[in-house]
């Protein structure tokens, strides 16, 4: 087996690479962190007051999922962060359908009443139909760099 350089060894150690987060499939060996952002249709503040009721339905969805959350916070009552950890067996946009169709369920079967001063109409909807996301990373981009250009063989930068 090639040995990464000892630099990345070092890094990895220093930055608390750890072994935890890692995931394992057949073919291959995953860390794969994604930073989401939810917000509520017509970016109404119906998640305030109702915190609890939505961070608890978050938590019912990753019990039968293939998702962890990491951490979440609902910021102004219209859109929540999400910092989850997710297996590559799924794409990211296929998870977010999941949860938010799930959540959204969830919470219209718990707080009903609240949600109905912010959204009229026989459509239990929640959530916008679009989503914010970005990966969340174990090591800089510029560090990933650095290490693909010390590899040996002729490279190419775009």
Known sequence: AIL???EVISYKLQYDYNIKDRRSTMG???ILKYHLELTTRHQKPALQGIEQSVYKAFRQVEEVSD???LDMRIEDGNHIHLAIKMSPRYSVSSMVN?????TQHYVWQEEEDHLK???????KKLWKDSFFCSTL????EK???RYIEKQNGPGEKL
């Open 98 to 102: 999941r949860i938010k169709g799930l």
């Open 117 to 123: 001063q912010f959204y009229r109409g026989t459509k």
């Open 137 to 140: 990373g174990d090591v800089s």
């Open 67 to 69: 998702f962890r959350i």
């Open 143 to 145: 560090t990933v760099l």
């Open 28 to 30: 291959s060996v995953t």
């Open 4 to 6: 990464p350089p000892l």
